[in-house]
Structure formats: structure tokens, C-alpha cells
């Protein structure tokens, strides 16, 4: 399953290489967990990108040449890993079939031979399709996610021997970083976040204690573990080390063994310690929160079922009930810590305030748009990456839907689950962005399912990825005749069933389907004291 998660269309001038690198850098480092691979990414982004501007633009094409004049870039995330194309319009060049040293065939590869090489070596695949008349030069970029991140520890001494020791101590195991003073070290984790600092104690200027403690002052690396050397055997030293909460004090000198099997037991303790914190904010954020649907509005009945996947983002779906119409709104923040948790909620103020402020519509767009503007100026909503489907579901079963890089909408009847094309850029990106709405009558005895992609990104394995998803769609066929909540209930055990115990992102699913008769006033009524009833409890 692939998400494009960007489209940009852009003519072949530096203004609008700068423009693409910066919308792609904010994207790339908000979608990629793993720094190292965003960085590659970037990097393969800016040859490109430059390439096609120095050497294939309309300043730099020789007469007779087809310049480059349009190029789209387009960015998206595979079952297990990323992809990027350029497209342009200019003559084509193919550099998966030049081999070092460059030869004068081509300007563009004569110049930027070393340009080539670091394609083919910071990328894992390289694919170009060379366009003709009527058709455009296409290049391909893809990357697999890394299955292993290294825990990466700093080590601070001013001694250049020991730190190369130590360093060489712990090359294999671990991504190690040097500082030859305390000062450097500040400097250094300014930029750079690492999971334990290993530092000498007494060292010129600022000592390692006062490294500690400057590291303490800044909020957020108070929890950072720490381990001292030091040459001296002095109660002194180890009681002040103590009072600031230092996993571990080694005398000088130390073997390999010493400090790896220190290492182990400080960075184990370290993370035990850090789950039980994320479990315990994961769990008062999430139930501070709770989503509130009603079971019936007017002519709809719905039916929603929630897991919570632990640390990272989270699903939001709020409603407006209208006079003749509900609205829905359907987000997914990503991210992959405790502040994606907390910046997720914090959204889903934003989210509320802006829906129940839509002017009323008759299309699913305007409020995917409006979001998009704010997500571009506002400071909360431009550190967040977001996924949306808006519904607004009409009198006699017509629905419209809006999605922005969200997975489509699924229509269930009788003849099977199909899913409903809907695509739009991710919110925030560029200005004025449009959505278009998608149009779909649902008929009494057909359901629709909007859901968030944890639904079908449970594992990590590709294979097992598309097993578990085709479980889910066969167990949404199956229970079309039952009524709405029995069948919702089934589908979530064959997911939880596929899944297991662990689950890897949140998981939103949302049933709706036409009543066969509108609700009574009394029905209505009740189901607003049950939502004010849970709001007060």
C-alpha cells in the first residue's frame, strides 16, 4: 500500500528548487523517524533538484535541446519505506546508465559526475524512465525503512587517546559521538539528541559535573543517563555526582568490558523508566479525551471503535450535527513520541474550533482548505503532520468526501468492499491549496468505513501487511447483515486477532450506514443525554 503524502508542481528556476526544499525538509522530518535516513533523503532531493536547474534548464540548454521548463515532485510512503519522483519535460538523460569516470556525452553529467555517484550511493534503488513527445522524463528515488537504530552515546574527555579508545570500545554496537571538552559537548547536543552521555570528570575549565548540571538546566535532557570516569577515588567527587542523579561512576582506568556492561544496564534501566512515563502521560492524555459520537443523527446510524497504540500521535474525529446534514472530520497525527501525543490533543482543540466555525456547505472541501491555511500559519499546527477526511453526509443517503493524504474511504454492499477515490495534499504545505470532493450515494443495506491507516499498517511486514488487511476487508463483507455494532465488533476482534497483543499505531474505525426510518424525537433526545451525561463524568 503506498500514501502519497505530497504533490508539487513547479517551474525549473533556483526560486522554486528552494521552495521545494524547504516544503519537502519540514515533510520528510516529520514523516521519517530515523534522522539518518531523512537526511539521505534530503540529500538525493538537492542533486536532483539542482541538476535539473543547472544543467537541463532553459538558462543552460543549448539550441535545439528541449529545456526542462515544469517539474513535479512527488513524495510518498510505501508499506516499508519511502519514495520520491521527479518529473520534468526536458530532453531526457538517464543517469542509472553512466558508470565513473563521466564521460563528455552529456553537460549535465559531465559536470556532476560526483552528483550521480551520491544518488546511487544514498539511495537504495535508483530507477529512471526517459520521456519522449508526448510524455516526461521520470525519476525514480526509494528507500527501505532501517529494521535497527543504534542507541547513540556521547563521550567526553580531553584526553584525544582515550576518547579514540573509547570510541573504538564502542563503534560496533553502538553510533558513537566524541567531544574533547564540556563545552564542546553543549555545543553538540544543542543539534544532536543522544541516548547516554559518558564524560570525564575532571577536565579544564568545565569539569563534568558542571556538564551534568548544564545539561540538567535544560529541560529537555533532564532525563538524559550519565555515566562519570575519573581517576580519583574521591568520596567527595561520587557524593556530588550522586545528588545529580548519575546512572553510574567508573574509576579510570576501564577496560571494555566495564563500560559496555556499565552502558547495558544504564541504558536498560533508562528505557524501563522512560516506558513507564510515556504509559503513564500516553494514558491520562488519552482518557482526558474521549471521542463522543452519537449512535443515531437523523438518518444516519453510526457506530466507532478506538485503540489506543501507546506513544506517538492519535486519531481525532469530531462532528457538527446541521440542520439537515452531519458533518465529520476525520484526522491523524503522526508522529513517534510522548510530545506527538501531547501536540496531537492540543490539535484537536484547534480542530473542534475550526469545524464548529465552517459556514454551512454543501461540499466536504472548504473545510480540508481552511484547515490547510491555518495548518500553514499557525505555530502549533505547523510543527504537527496530519492526515484528514472530511464527510458531510446528506438527506437520502448522498455523501461527499474530502481527503487530505488520507487512506480512501471504503463503500460495503453485496458485491463486495471498494474503496472510494479520494486524494488531496497533506495539510500546511503550500498556500490555497484545493481539494475535491468525491461523490457516493449509499443505499439502505450498504455501509461506509472511514478509518485511520493503523487499521491496515499493523505490522511491519509487507506480506503479513496485505494478509491482515484482506482479513479485515472479508470481515467487513461478512457482517453487512448484522446489525452495525455487532459488526463493528467483529471486525475489530479479526483485527486485534491479526494483530496481537502489540499494536503499532492507533486505530480509528468509524461504520455508518442509512437508518431504515429517522430516529424519534425521543431517540434524539436520549442520545443527547447520554453524550452530555459522559462529558460530565
Request: charged content about 25%; proline content about 5%.
Amino acid at each position: 500500500m503506498e500514501k502519497l503524502l505530497v504533490t508539487l508542481n513547479k517551474p525549473v528556476t533556483l526560486n522554486a528548487t528552494r521552495e521545494l526544499r524547504h516544503q519537502l525538509e519540514q515533510l520528510i522530518r516529520a514523516s521519517i523517524e530515523e534522522k539518518a535516513l531523512g537526511r539521505r533523503v534530503l540529500l538525493c532531493l538537492s542533486e536532483v533538484l539542482n541538476n535539473l536547474v543547472l544543467h537541463a534548464g532553459p538558462q543552460t540548454r543549448d539550441k535545439g535541446q528541449r529545456a526542462a521548463q515544469n517539474m513535479t515532485l512527488r513524495f510518498a510512503q510505501l508499506q516499508d519505506g519511502w519514495r520520491l519522483e521527479v518529473i520534468d519535460d526536458g530532453d531526457p538523460w538517464d543517469p542509472t546508465l553512466y558508470q565513473a569516470p563521466i564521460s563528455d556525452e552529456d553537460p549535465r553529467l559531465r559536470s556532476v559526475g560526483r552528483g550521480i555517484e551520491l544518488l546511487r550511493s544514498q539511495c537504495d534503488h535508483l530507477e529512471y524512465w526517459p520521456g519522449g513527445a508526448s510524455d516526461h522524463n521520470r525519476l525514480r528515488l526509494s528507500w527501505g525503512e532501517t529494521t535497527e537504530s543504534k542507541p547513540s552515546i556521547l563521550i567526553v574527555d580531553d584526553d584525544p587517546t582515550l576518547l579514540r579508545l573509547y570510541a573504538a570500545y564502542l563503534a560496533k554496537k553502538y553510533k558513537v559521538g566524541v567531544a574533547a571538552s564540556a563545552e564542546q559537548a553543549v555545543e553538540k547536543l544543542k543539534y544532536k539528541k543522544v541516548d547516554l552521555v559518558i564524560s570525564d570528570i575532571n577536565m579544564p575549565q568545565m569539569s563534568g559535573l558542571g556538564l551534568c548540571e548544564q545539561i540538567h538546566l535544560n529541560r529537555h535532557t533532564e532525563t538524559l543517563p550519565f555515566i562519570f570516569l575519573s581517576a580519583y577515588d574521591n568520596t567527595h567527587l561520587q557524593q556530588r555526582a550522586n545528588g545529580l542523579g548519575v546512572d553510574d561512576y567508573l574509576r579510570k582506568p576501564v577496560d571494555k568490558h566495564r563500560l559496555t556492561s556499565s552502558i547495558e544496564r544504564v541504558l536498560s534501566r533508562s528505557k524501563k523508566i522512560r516506558q513507564q512515563l510515556s504509559k503513564h502521560l500516553n494514558k491520562n492524555i488519552t482518557n482526558s479525551l474521549p471521542i463522543l459520537l452519537p449512535r443515531q443523527v437523523q438518518a444516519w446510524k453510526l457506530a466507532m471503535a478506538q485503540l489506543n497504540g501507546g506513544t506517538g500521535g492519535g486519531d481525532l474525529l469530531l462532528h457538527k450535527v446541521g440542520e439537515s446534514h452531519l458533518r465529520l472530520l476525520l484526522a491523524d497525527i503522526m508522529g513517534h513520541d510522548d510530545s506527538a501525543k501531547f501536540f496531537a490533543h492540543a490539535c484537536g482543540a484547534y480542530l473542534h474550533g475550526l469545524l464548529q466555525a465552517q459556514e454551512d456547505s454543501t461540499s466536504a472541501s472548504p473545510l480540508l482548505e481552511a484547515l490547510s491555511n491555518f495548518a500553514l500559519q499557525d505555530q502549533l499546527l505547523s510543527k504537527i503532520t496530519l492526515t484528514c477526511c472530511s464527510a458531510l453526509l446528506l438527506p437520502e443517503g448522498e455523501i461527499k468526501l474530502a481527503a487530505a493524504g488520507h487512506p480512501p474511504p471504503l463503500l460495503i454492499n453485496p458485491k463486495g468492499v471498494t474503496p472510494i477515490a479520494t486524494s488531496g495534499m497533506l495539510p500546511g504545505l503550500v498556500k490555497n491549496t484545493e481539494y475535491q470532493d468525491s461523490h457516493v450515494t449509499l443505499h439502505v443495506g450498504e455501509r461506509l468505513a472511514l478509518y485511520t491507516d493503523g487499521l491496515f499498517d499493523s505490522s511491519a511486514d509487507a506480506v503479513v501487511r496485505e494478509k491482515n488487511e484482506q482479513a479485515i476487508k472479508t470481515a467487513l463483507a461478512a457482517t453487512l447483515d448484522l446489525p452495525i455494532e455487532i459488526a463493528l465488533n467483529k471486525v475489530m476482534a479479526t483485527f486485534q486477532s491479526m494483530s496481537g497483543t502489540a499494536i503499532k499505531d492507533d486505530v480509528l474505525l468509524l461504520l455508518l450506514e442509512r437508518s431504515q426510518k429517522n430516529p424519534s424525537p425521543d431517540q434524539n433526545s436520549a442520545d443527547k443525554a447520554e453524550i452530555m451525561s459522559e462529558q460530565l463524568h
